[in-house]
């Protein structure tokens, strides 16, 4: 089926590492991308493919795969990573995850 | 660097059409897929679907009978149409690139159904 998952919200300390997952079946054949989003403000990509950055992405995100699971991971949190994050995937179609809140302590 | 435009009414009755555009500025217009996304308020992102250059569609299959994307070729735009809508498709709507490194999106339309 096309659908991803994602825990609802997760928490981590300022300075802290945090890792945001993704599930979905389309995950074994396609790779999840990662889009920020912050109130009032339309996604922003921070990860795509195997574990590319766009250009003016922090090296503190990264991400992996494995089997039906993506991560995202972020390596030292800061105050401004606070957000939702989504992971999208394409499988017979576009699908998100459902959203994941990050709230730095 | 692309960049994406997008205009359209933003608040409906029940039962009319929601009509929106995109333009796509910058960048190459043909060999990508150009998504409409829209996002209820306070909840998450839903994809709608998306079209090409050639006019090939793929759509949500829960919005699938009441959706239409188009596309203007000779003006690099895209446009998409709700039929019917009511106060479930309140929302924002987005227009965006969606493929590896281009993850390009409009800024959003909110688009309110109310009688």
């Known amino acids: 089926s096309s659908e991803l998952t994602q825990d609802p919200a997760v928490s981590v300390a300022l300075g802290q590492t945090v890792r945001i997952t993704c599930q979905g079946d389309?995950?074994?054949?396609?790779?999840a991308s990662w889009y920020q989003q912050k109130p009032g403000q339309a996604p922003v990509l921070v990860i795509y493919g195997k574990n590319n950055r766009p250009s003016g992405i922090p090296d503190r995100f990264s991400g992996s795969s494995s089997g039906n699971t993506a991560s995202l991971t972020i390596t030292g949190a800061q105050a401004e990573d606070e957000a939702d994050y989504y992971c999208n995937s394409r499988d017979i179609w576009v699908v998100f995850g459902g959203g994941t809140k990050l709230t730095v302590l | 660097q692309v960049q994406l435009q997008q205009w359209g009414a933003g608040l409906l009755k029940p039962s009319e059409t929601l009509s929106l555009t995109c333009a796509v500025y910058g960048g190459s217009f043909s060999g990508y897929y150009w998504s409409w996304i829209r996002q209820p308020p306070g909840k998450g992102l839903e994809w709608i679907g998306e079209i090409n250059h050639s006019g090939s569609t793929n759509y949500n299959p829960s919005l699938k009978s009441r959706v239409t994307i188009s596309v203007d070729t000779s003006k690099n735009q895209f446009s998409l149409k709700l039929s019917s809508v009511t106060a479930a498709d309140t929302a924002v709507y987005y227009c965006a690139l969606l493929e590896g490194a281009r993850g390009y999106w409009g800024q959003g339309t909110l688009v309110t159904v109310s009688s």
């Open positions: 389309s995950l074994r054949s396609y790779y």
